[in-house]
C-alpha cells in the first residue's frame, strides 16, 4: 500500500512533536516504565462494561477481519489491542497519563507502518487510543483537545467505511462527544 504525500508529511511533523516530547521525558524512558517489563505486570482488569464491550468489539474485528492471510497481523493487533486495554484498565485506577502515554512506546514498528500506510483498522485501533488520550484534555497542557483532534481526523479518514465498524465508530464519537 503506498502512503499519501500528505500523509507522510503530517507524520513527520508528529514524529518531530514526538521527539521533543522523548527529549523533554528521556528521565521516564531511562526507567524503564513503558517498555514491556513491570509497568505491564499486575494490570488490573475491571473496566466499566461500556469500555470492556467497546474493546471487546475490537478483538471480536481484528479475528473477522486479520485471520487466514493476515495471521501475522491478526497476532500483532491482538498484542496492540491487549496493551490498549491495560492502559484502559490502569488509567481507570489512577488518572496518571503514564498508561496513556505507555502504549504509544510499547506498539510494534509494524503497526506504526499500517498507521502511515493508512490501513483502516490500524486507524481504528488509534482511534480507540484517541478516546483515552481525551481522557487526559484539561489534565495536561500538552494533551488539551489532541485526543478529540485526533479522533476528528481518523473519522474523516475512515468514512465511508466498513459497516461492521459503524457500533466501533459510534462508540468513539459518543465518548469523544463529536
Known sequence: MICSPSWRRSVLLRLSGIK?????????????????????????????TDTEAALTYLFVLNDQ????????????????????????????RSADPAPVLAWLAAVEIDFVYSLRCRQPFSLLVLMYWGVLLTEL???????????????SELLDALRPGDPRWDSALAWVQRKTSL
Not at 486479520?66 to 490502569?90: D, F
Not at 484534555?137 to 479522533?151: H, I, P
Open 65 to 92: 477481519l486479520m485471520t487466514g492471510v493476515y495471521s501475522h497481523q491478526h497476532r500483532m493487533m491482538t498484542e496492540v489491542i491487549s496493551n490498549l486495554r491495560r492502559c484502559y484498565a490502569k488509567f481507570a
Open 20 to 48: 521533543k516530547i522523548l527529549q523533554a521525558s528521556q528521565s521516564w524512558i531511562n526507567l524503564g516504565l513503558f517498555s514491556q517489563g513491570e509497568f505491564w505486570k499486575d494490570t488490573p482488569e475491571e473496566l466499566d
Open 137 to 151: 484534555d484539561g489534565q495536561r497542557w500538552w494533551a488539551r483537545n489532541s485526543g478529540k483532534a485526533l479522533v
